[in-house]
């Protein structure tokens, strides 16, 4: 890929795998007989919303040496996200991902990421600082700062930003990644308090130099002690952002800036088909819309739009909307309300 003209609008760090979905809803792992296979990840994820919305991304991470690897570098390409410092492992495989797809709400995710992630060994030595520093918006997340060398190089990347342009620390807590319990998933549900102890001290230097953190109720608790919506907020901006995003489910979102604008949205109704990904689609039209410059209120609406149309379609990756589905959306819930 040639080089680009100017800064990237979006490089993020971190996760990258291959998904393993069940072509049917409902049925169980134990069950099923035919899977797709898509790109997964948060981060991944993350940056194919954004190109999808017209962004020039770039993704930061690691896979095996492996042919799920060639085909991640392949599906990158294919979704117009620059693959340059995707780099192999050759001691680690790629990491695969399987899902369970019971609507409306109940998605158990089994991570096959042992012994270690591909993508946990990104090294700060080999990170592009300039480029990163140049970027228009940096994403990072919880996930990467569970491992060396894979924490070192996400607060140097952090730490390279010196709060520039939109720096976004995702709180994406997975405690399973941490020693903790949560299920299958290691996502969601309350955890036990030595994974949230092990996590806080990170959570709380990555605070330090982002200027907007992203999470939902169980993150924000990890991150900051507090779940309850708007003391959550508050607790991230004196923690050192200057934009506090919280995901609150079927109950919409809040965000609160430092300068005093609040923000508070609804969701957007659509009927759920897999609810995983739809964060990852919210995040990249988060990036879109605040390079954009939009008033607050709508980069919410829109994110929240983007999120609910990949949650009303089975896949991650290959479900971003491009602009156009996000704003037909909108159009139709604004003719519903």
């Known amino acids: 890929m040639s080089e680009p003209d100017g800064p990237y609008?979006?490089?993020?760090?971190?996760?990258?795998?291959?998904d393993l979905y069940p072509?049917?809803?409902?049925?169980?792992?134990?069950?099923a007989e035919t899977f797709g296979k898509f790109l997964g990840g948060s981060a991944?994820?993350?940056?194919?919303?954004?190109?999808?919305l017209g962004r020039r991304a770039a993704l930061v991470s690691r896979t095996g040496a492996d042919p799920f690897g060639d085909y991640l570098h392949a599906e990158l390409?294919?979704?117009?996200?620059?693959d340059r410092?995707?780099?192999?492992?050759?001691?680690?495989?790629?990491?695969?991902?399987?899902?369970?797809?019971?609507?409306?709400?109940?998605?158990?995710l089994y991570f096959y990421r042992r012994p270690k992630a591909p993508d946990l060994e990104i090294r700060t030595e080999e990170l592009d600082l300039a480029a990163?520093?140049?970027?228009?918006v940096l994403w990072v997340t919880g996930t990467g700062l569970c491992e060396e060398p894979s924490r070192g190089a996400t607060l140097a990347a952090l730490a390279a930003r010196g709060k520039r342009g939109i720096t976004v620390f995702d709180l994406d807590w997975r405690p399973l990644f941490w020693g903790g319990e949560g299920?299958?998933?290691?996502?969601?549900?309350?955890?036990?308090?030595?994974a949230t102890a092990a996590a806080r001290p990170h959570y709380a230097a990555a605070l330090r130099h982002a200027t907007v953190a992203v999470g939902n109720a169980d993150e924000c608790e990890v991150a900051t002690g507090e779940r309850e919506p708007e003391a959550a907020a508050r607790a991230l901006l004196d923690a050192g952002v200057e934009l506090a995003v919280v995901k609150r489910g079927p109950d919409g979102v809040l965000a609160l800036h430092r300068d005093g604008r609040r923000a508070e949205v609804p969701p957007v109704r659509v009927e759920v088909l897999n609810g995983l990904g739809a964060g990852d689609a919210f995040g990249g039209a988060l990036c879109h819309g605040l390079l954009a410059g939009r008033d607050l209120t709508d980069v919410l609406r829109y994110a929240n739009a983007a999120g609910a149309l990949v949650a009303s379609r089975l896949a991650c990756s290959s479900a971003m909307p491009g602009p156009d589905e996000?704003?037909?959306?909108?159009?139709?819930?604004?003719?519903?309300s």
Do not use: H, K, M, Q
């Open 23 to 31: 072509l049917r809803a409902g049925v169980p792992l134990a069950e």
């Open 326 to 336: 996000v704003e037909a959306l909108l159009a139709a819930a604004g003719s519903r």
């Open 132 to 136: 990163i520093r140049a970027a228009r």
């Open 77 to 82: 390409r294919r979704f117009g996200v620059d």
């Open 183 to 194: 299920g299958a998933s290691g996502a969601g549900g309350r955890t036990g308090p030595a």
């Open 44 to 52: 991944a994820n993350v940056t194919v919303a954004a190109a999808r």
């Open 9 to 18: 609008d979006l490089i993020a760090l971190g996760r990258l795998g291959v």
């Open 85 to 108: 410092w995707v780099t192999p492992v050759a001691a680690y495989p790629t990491p695969i991902t399987f899902c369970e797809i019971f609507p409306p709400d109940d998605f158990p």
